[in-house]
């Protein structure tokens, strides 16, 4: 037996005795585990299913052990998300810090700040977000106004952030900042830093949505002390480190149809309950054909999430394929939603009362909440322009529009 079907047999002997049975298979809405410092397990097979994995060091398996991660090879690795997808477990936790920005801190982060902020992010003990829109700067990001001024051995932080995942129930934010108004392009003058939510003048505020749901916050910044040590790469050199990050966003997004964050909605069981296969009405066989090329275009979609995770463990730039996989996933979730909304007819119009199903009534506010994922994370028409130039390398139009 060769090394790595050893790992692979003694991977799935571990997933089977340390990953409870409530732990495997779809997770409802709510059901998922957001690491932090005010971690909340709804059970005990939660709470068993978070620590077994965080004492493994695989909440980040392919991190070194010198930082908290699992130490684990490409192949390991591949190995372990294959294995878990088989047995259908949950992830143990949510974290944006580990999605996003622990892997620019691996390759831009000075020894100090990888041994200050990695490990308490892979033990899952820091909650992070993202601070990089702005109202006047969203698809425009390098336009942000957020600015950090230099005041001896730290900055001071004034302006404000929208559309923040979580600002409200976060720990520490990676957030962009104008250190160099002056700059000739207006990339040339922005940075990184992480800062403390907790910290005196910041102000995270909920934002009510259309669906019912606040996951978004705007949060505000009023003379706001940033310590130095907290600049992650160079000064005014932050767009390039953004870039990376919103790399690893689109990647991390682009898996959400995967088994890491599994959708509690299947199409095909709730097209054939409310369209029986007995009925032959012409609308009713149209939306089964609808129904039919999502699911091949779904299926498509995850064959190709697990292509791109090799092709990336191999060491390729998926830079442009996750733009493509994030443009791809948010709209064909958005499709789905209105067709189930079409499939359900009037049982789709409920919003609270028990007259409606629980699932009926949480369709109705998926379907709009859809529509947000075609914008977060970079919206599909900045997913278009990133592929036109980085995968199909066309020119920029000319200035003044095409003639």
């Known amino acids: 037996m060769s090394s790595i079907e050893a790992f692979r047999a003694d991977t799935c002997a571990w997933l089977e005795a340390n990953c409870p049975a409530s732990q495997r298979g779809p997770a409802r809405d709510g059901e998922l585990v957001w690491g932090g410092s005010r971690v909340e397990f709804l059970n005990e097979d939660q709470r068993l299913w978070f620590e077994r994995m965080r004492e493994r060091g695989w909440f980040c398996p392919d991190w070194p052990t010198a930082y908290g991660g699992g130490g684990l090879s490409p192949e390991e690795d591949a190995v372990l998300q294959q294995e878990m997808k088989r047995l259908k477990c949950r992830p143990p936790q949510i974290n944006l810090g580990i999605w996003m920005l622990g892997p620019v801190l691996l390759e831009y982060g000075t020894e100090e700040q990888k041994q200050r902020l990695l490990p308490p992010m892979a033990r899952g003990e820091v909650r992070w977000c993202q601070g990089f829109s702005e109202p006047n700067a969203g698809s425009d990001l390098a336009s942000l106004r957020t600015a950090a001024v230099d005041a001896g051995d730290h900055f001071v932080v004034n302006g404000s952030k929208i559309w923040t995942s979580y600002g409200d129930k976060s720990d520490w934010m990676y957030c962009l900042v104008r250190t160099?108004?002056?700059?000739?392009?207006?990339?040339?003058?922005?940075?990184?830093?992480?800062?403390?939510?907790?910290?005196?003048?910041?102000?995270?505020?909920?934002?009510?949505?259309?669906?019912?749901?606040?996951?978004?916050?705007?949060?505000?910044?009023?003379?706001?002390?940033?310590?130095?040590?907290?600049?992650?790469?160079?000064?005014?050199?932050?767009?390039?480190?953004?870039?990376?990050?919103?790399?690893?966003?689109?990647?991390?997004?682009?898996?959400?149809?995967?088994?890491?964050?599994?959708?509690?909605?299947?199409?095909?069981?709730?097209?054939?309950?409310?369209?029986?296969?007995?009925?032959?009405?012409?609308?009713?066989?149209?939306?089964?054909?609808?129904?039919?090329?999502?699911?091949?275009?779904?299926?498509?979609?995850?064959?190709?999430?697990?292509?791109?995770?090799?092709?990336?463990?191999?060491?390729?730039?998926?830079?442009?394929?996750?733009?493509?996989?994030?443009?791809?996933?948010?709209?064909?979730?958005?499709?789905?939603?209105?067709?189930?909304?079409?499939?359900?007819?009037?049982?789709?119009?409920?919003?609270?009362?028990?007259?409606?199903?629980?699932?009926?009534?949480?369709?109705?506010?998926?379907?709009?909440?859809?529509?947000?994922?075609?914008?977060?994370?970079?919206?599909?028409?900045?997913?278009?322009?990133?592929?036109?130039?980085?995968?199909?390398?066309?020119?920029?139009?000319?200035?003044?529009?095409?003639?």
């Open 180 to 403: 160099d108004p002056q700059a000739a392009k207006k990339q040339e003058g922005i940075s990184l830093v992480v800062l403390d939510m907790h910290a005196e003048g910041v102000e995270a505020r909920p934002i009510d949505l259309i669906s019912g749901k606040s996951a978004f916050c705007e949060v505000f910044f009023d003379n706001v002390k940033v310590p130095k040590d907290n600049l992650i790469g160079p000064l005014n050199g932050g767009w390039t480190l953004a870039k990376r990050l919103l790399q690893h966003e689109r990647s991390a997004m682009s898996k959400f149809g995967d088994f890491c964050l599994p959708n509690h909605f299947d199409l095909m069981e709730i097209v054939n309950r409310y369209l029986p296969p007995d009925r032959q009405t012409p609308s009713d066989i149209a939306l089964r054909a609808r129904a039919q090329s999502l699911a091949l275009d779904e299926q498509a979609y995850n064959l190709t999430v697990q292509r791109m995770g090799q092709q990336a463990r191999a060491g390729q730039d998926v830079s442009g394929i996750a733009a493509i996989m994030k443009l791809v996933h948010t709209e064909q979730e958005k499709q789905k939603f209105e067709l189930l909304v079409d499939v359900m007819g009037h049982r789709a119009l409920g919003w609270e009362g028990d007259e409606f199903g629980e699932q009926e009534l949480a369709i109705s506010k998926a379907w709009l909440l859809s529509y947000t994922q075609t914008i977060s994370g970079g919206s599909s028409e900045v997913q278009l322009n990133v592929i036109a130039k980085r995968v199909l390398q066309l020119p920029d139009a000319p200035k003044g529009g095409a003639q």
